[in-house]
């Protein structure tokens, strides 16, 4: 299990045993037959268009992960993960030092997150000055047709 909170997290990838682009029985498979415990909630989307349900999948205060139409399209690293970027962020990192290793930083005040041009989005801690999430996606993520998930067909077998 240890295994799981180490990996390496790759931008538009995932880790190496869950990659972005799996379908919620793959990841739960996975994690069932690897005896790491989770919890799963729904969150229904009735207000939006197409009104398509997310499922999101919690493992232990270091994972969350997000599905659409069956397909895990986000991944959220913090608290008890270890695994770093490719470019050595991980969760504990100082912000100072984040912004000299990915220059490419910007403030999104939307979404209350810095984004990366290398894939990913970084959620800081105010108090301490150091990164707390570290969230990988799918590129479709960023795209303007994200929302009318047509692109999950090509995910499913």
Not at 75 to 82: D, I, L, R
Not at 91 to 110: A, F, H, N, Q, V
Request: charged residues 30%.
């Amino acid at each position: 299990m240890t295994s799981l909170f180490s990996e390496k997290i790759v931008p538009y990838h995932g880790i190496d045993t869950i990659t972005l682009g799996m379908t919620l029985s793959e990841v739960r498979n996975y994690l069932k037959n690897n005896k790491i415990p989770f919890n799963q909630a729904m969150e229904s989307n009735k207000e939006c268009t197409p009104p398509i349900p997310w499922i999101s999948i919690t493992v232990d205060d270091s994972l969350s992960m997000s599905f659409v139409k069956d397909i895990l399209f986000e991944m959220s690293f913090e608290g008890k993960c270890s695994g770093r970027l490719p470019n050595g962020v991980g969760i504990g990192t100082e912000m100072k030092e984040l912004e000299r290793l990915d220059p490419s930083l910007e403030y999104d005040d939307d979404d209350e997150v810095f984004v990366s041009q290398d894939g990913y989005w970084i959620i800081d801690d105010i108090d301490s000055g150091k990164v707390k999430t570290i969230t990988v996606f799918l590129e479709e993520v960023e795209s303007d047709d994200f929302f009318d998930y047509e692109w999950t067909n090509k995910y499913l077998k």
